[in-house]
């Protein structure tokens, strides 16, 4: 079961100005300069609610505004770093909503 995630499913407005911790999948294969670079390129476009960047195994998550996810995805494939899944895992839901309650 430690394999297994909770996707927070998002209602879409555009134009929203509410941002959320989206976790772009790329596998395992990926190259960590790689990711670097693209992180550098989607800060320089201003494309980050928050600078915050989590990396893990398989992943990273970044705090964005949903209009902003075919941009990045943009990034990520001329930069040849592949994705499979972008989604809001519930778990990092919560924490954005409890860091905002208790700043």
């Known amino acids: ?3 297994v995630s909770l996707i927070k499913k998002i209602k879409y407005h555009p134009n929203s100005l509410e941002s959320y911790p989206v976790t772009f999948n790329l596998g395992s294969d ?3 300069e790689g990711i670097k670079k693209a992180y550098t390129l989607i800060k ?8 915050l960047f989590i990396l893990k195994n398989d992943s990273f998550t970044i705090q964005i505004l949903l209009d902003n996810i075919p941009k990045i995805t943009s990034i990520l494939l001329a930069n040849k770093l592949p994705f ?4 809001v895992l519930y778990d990092n839901f919560l924490q954005m909503e409890q860091g905002e309650e208790n700043e």
């Open 44 to 51: 320089d476009e201003d494309l980050l609610c928050k600078d």
């Open 30 to 32: 990926f190259s960590r």
């Open 84 to 87: 499979f899944g972008v989604y």
């Open 1 to 3: 079961m430690e394999d």
